[in-house]
């Protein structure tokens, strides 16, 4: 299994944007973030191939972009317009063996590696 590392988590205000980067230490076809906060479930977030198709969340759809670079090995998650609600913890997940459809799962069994997370506070 790929290692995940999460960085560029942070504190911001409502309206402004922040980009968070997953670095994998190898090949990985499917790559997505889910956050977490506190008391709630585990929501995905968007997810992106191998090839960069990506989808997204209907909460983040036209907020958030996903986009990854092959050849370091990173997605990269660009957030904008924020606000409280996306205050969360954004984890990387990745799948390392091929996925045989035009776009990835948002399912977490269907992701082997996860990072530990970096922190997004998204204050009014």
């Known amino acids: 299994q790929v290692q995940l590392v999460e960085s560029g988590g942070g504190s911001v205000q409502s309206g402004e944007s922040l980009k968070v980067s997953c670095t994998a230490s190898?090949?990985?076809?499917?790559m997505a973030w889910f956050r977490q906060s506190p008391g709630k479930e585990r929501e995905w977030v968007a997810a992106i191939t191998r090839f960069s198709t990506a989808t997204l969340a209907d909460s983040v759809e036209g907020r958030f972009i996903i986009s990854r670079d092959n050849g370091k090995n990173t997605l990269y998650l660009q957030m904008h317009s924020l606000t409280v609600e996306d205050s969360a913890m954004y984890v990387c997940?990745?799948?390392?063996?091929?996925?045989?459809?035009?776009?990835?799962?948002?399912?977490?069994?269907?992701?082997?590696?996860w990072g530990q997370g970096t922190q997004v506070n998204v204050s009014s």
């Open positions: 190898g090949l990985t076809w499917c």
């Open positions: 997940a990745a799948r390392g063996s091929p996925w045989m459809s035009a776009t990835c799962p948002a399912e977490p069994d269907q992701y082997m590696s």
